[in-house]
């Protein structure tokens, strides 16, 4: 019974914008020391490949940027089903804060995607079956996104949004199925990296690259989350003593 | 259960019939979208062949899109909706109804004229079938997905491009497969293992999307 | 026996009311009142159980409305201050319709007679577009008559509607009542319903 209590206590916002203030410049920090870490493996450590030469380094951005931009749709997924099930104000938050990170993954994945392509295969585009269905779910980040902000009440948009998220998480093992279909039968070129063996220090470089990414979606989001939760509680009690006393810190520093 | 089912459609229907511009026009979008392309590309027979299942399905896609609007904005707007929302049954059933009769004026008008369309592409009668029959097992996804959208965006400002938005990236895999199966046809391989998939998506979404439309249509109402 | 209890309603950032509650025994009938926004139309969305209450519950019988659902669904009839009928059908069609939709039995000559009462004798197979606003209410209203379901939920029933019309539809309210049934309703008129209790609950 105290656990449930601790957890309510926890998701409610009064208690947890103070708690994600404090965190986000740790998660900050963390973001530029394993960002730093991992572009000197990336660019300087790992070696060249006798492949793809230098242009290959653009995947120490690209592959992190894909992980996370299907990660950060999953994590939406879960908050949106929380919020469903629970009716918790929390998650419809949640998933409004991490949507725009998730695009921008999306966005940064299918432009480094295309800086990559250019050396490997001649083409800025190609229709592989990763590159394609990470356009598709950029679509579907983008159509969550305009779906939310065109319904004007917070709770119908947080729930909308919510089904939308859980529709389109039942649908993405279908698309990437019959895209993968689709590439085999039309013999598009596919990347692969699993053939070349991969250098222990080009691993390293991804995987600090990947914790980059990592802490700077969270901290994005937390601080996302903490103007959303202002914005929308601002006739509630705490968010009037917090919106006050921003306000004091800045007449005294003026 | 079959009931109510039975008792949308009715309606549905005898309200389609009484306002058959609205099919109409939907069909004629089709016919002429798809006419359009070969004026685009050039008359070459081979060329045209090549294109012609993924200008029907696109095409079929976006008359399909046309229609779906409109799905439950209707019955929003004089209350009805209301009163569906409050017949003693699952608000999925209902959904159900509405979805199969709205394939019945929008799918298989589509899937009656499309051979006549293929035959302007210069496709063998064996890829006519299949062509015919894709668009027969995939526009009733297609309706069963749309409503989802139609549902999400009911009584939104610019609901119509939003609800595209929406739902024509869901239509992707009905769209590789449908074409898939014309264009596997046409290369010699043979469509069944296409249409198969084709059925088993079709099939899953009337399962699965009446109720997540029925979810959204509550959301919308409250 | 319809029961509220603490219901309270927030409808975007402001809390309508809460802390409400009411008993609602068979022949009776509950009259809301309270000025535009008060939550009254709110307040009948959650009675149909389209507005899920921020907190408190509903019961019809005894039993919470959420968990009956269909059952509950059974026994509601509801008019809201939309007609809900199709323009493109006839009077006759829209009420054949809305019965068939709401698993009620509703024979064509019954159907007939509830138009002849609502005084559209002779219009029965006039699409609703050619007819007037006043005439197009009376199409809605037409679904009461032969109505036997216990609740009535009624929103703004009275508006639109000439004197001997609105008596009309008082008399339709108190041989409900008197059946035993009970209604629930909004209006800003005043209105004497002849039979039964009536309570007032007043909003804002």
């Known amino acids: ?254 | 259960m079959f009931k109510i089912i039975l008792a949308v459609i009715g309606r549905d229907l005898k309200l389609a019939m009484r306002r058959q511009a609205d099919i109409v026009s939907a069909l004629f979008f089709f016919i002429i979208v798809v006419s359009l392309f070969p004026l685009g590309v050039g008359p070459e027979p081979d060329l045209l062949r090549k294109l012609a299942p993924g200008v029907l399905w696109v095409a079929a896609l976006l008359a399909t899109m046309l229609s779906l609007p409109r799905l439950f904005a209707d019955d929003h707007r004089d209350g009805t909706l209301e009163q569906l929302a409050l017949a003693p049954y699952p608000l999925g059933l209902v959904v159900t109804g509405k979805v199969i009769a709205h394939w019945l004026v929008s799918g298989l008008p589509l899937a009656l004229i499309a051979p006549v369309l293929g035959i302007q592409f210069d496709l063998s009668a064996e890829a006519l079938v299949v062509l015919t029959g894709s668009i027969l097992l995939g526009t009733p996804a297609l309706s069963g997905i749309g409503a989802i959208g139609a549902a999400l965006t009911l009584g939104l400002r610019g609901g119509g491009v939003l609800l595209s938005l929406l739902v024509l990236p869901l239509y992707i895999p009905v769209l590789i497969f449908g074409a898939g199966a014309v264009d596997a046809t046409v290369s010699g391989l043979g469509g069944e293992g296409h249409l198969s998939l084709l059925a088993a998506l079709t099939f899953a979404s009337l399962g699965f999307a009446p109720w997540a439309s029925a979810a959204a249509l509550k959301i919308a109402l409250e | 026996m319809l029961e509220a209890d603490n219901l309270e309603c927030v409808r975007g950032e402001r809390r309508l009311f809460a802390g409400l509650g009411f008993r609602l025994a068979a022949g009776e009938l509950l009259h809301l009142q309270g000025r535009n926004g008060a939550g009254k139309t709110s307040l009948l969305r959650m009675l149909l159980g389209l507005l899920p209450p921020e907190a408190g519950e509903i019961r019809w019988q005894g039993e919470a409305i959420r968990k009956l659902a269909e059952d509950y669904r059974a026994d509601l009839c509801y008019l809201g201050h939309l007609n809900a009928i199709k323009e493109e059908l006839t009077p006759l069609e829209n009420l054949l319709a809305a019965a068939r939709l709401a698993d009620e039995d509703l024979p064509e000559d019954d159907a007939l007679d509830a138009l002849e009462q609502v005084g559209l004798a002779g219009r029965e197979d006039l699409a609703c577009k050619y007819l007037s606003q006043g005439q197009k209410r009376r199409v809605a209203l037409a679904r009461l008559v032969k109505e036997r379901r216990p609740l009535w939920i009624l929103d703004e029933p009275f508006v639109a509607l000439d004197v001997a019309a609105v008596d009309w539809l008082a008399g339709l309210i108190s041989g409900h009542l008197q059946r035993g049934g009970l209604a629930v309703m909004t209006t800003h008129q005043p209105v004497s319903i002849a039979a039964g209790a009536v309570r007032e609950l007043r909003l804002g």
């Not at chain 1, 939406?76 to 919020?83: C, D, L, R, S, T």
């Not at chain 1, 299918?110 to 229709?127: C, E, I, N, R, S």
């Not at chain 1, 579907?140 to 009440?153: E, F, H, K, M």
């Not at chain 1, 998220?165 to 019959?178: E, Q, T």
């Open chain 1, 1 to 254: 019974m105290t656990d449930r209590f601790n957890l309510y206590r926890f998701a409610s916002p009064a208690t947890f914008y103070p708690l994600a203030g404090r965190m986000i410049p740790w998660f900050v920090v963390a973001a530029v020391i394993f960002g730093a870490a991992g572009l000197w493996f990336g660019m300087l450590v790992a070696p060249t490949d006798f492949q793809q030469g230098e242009g290959y380094r653009i995947i120490f951005i690209h592959v992190p940027a894909s992980w996370m931009s299907m990660f950060i749709y999953l994590v939406m997924a879960f908050w949106a089903a929380i919020g469903l099930a629970f009716n918790t104000r929390l998650s419809g938050m949640m998933t409004q804060a991490l949507a725009p990170t998730g695009a921008l993954m999306a966005f940064l994945s299918l432009w480094t995607g295309a800086l990559w392509g250019k050396p490997m295969w001649g083409a800025w585009w190609v229709w592989d079956a990763r590159l394609t269905s990470e356009l598709i779910l950029l679509f579907l980040y983008i159509g969550y996104l305009a779906l939310t902000a065109a319904i004007d009440d917070t709770r119908r948009a947080d729930k909308a949004g919510a089904l939308l998220l859980l529709v389109g998480v039942v649908n993405i093992p279908i698309i990437y199925f019959s895209v993968k279909w689709w590439n085999t039968l039309h013999q598009g070129s596919s990347v692969n990296f699993a053939k070349s063996s991969m250098a222990v220090t080009m691993l390293w470089g991804m995987l600090l690259m990947a914790l980059c990414f990592w802490m700077y979606s969270i901290a994005v989001a937390l601080a996302r989350v903490r103007t959303i939760m202002l914005e929308r509680e601002r006739n509630t009690d705490w968010a009037r003593a917090e919106l006050a006393g921003e306000k004091a810190v800045g007449e005294q520093s003026s």
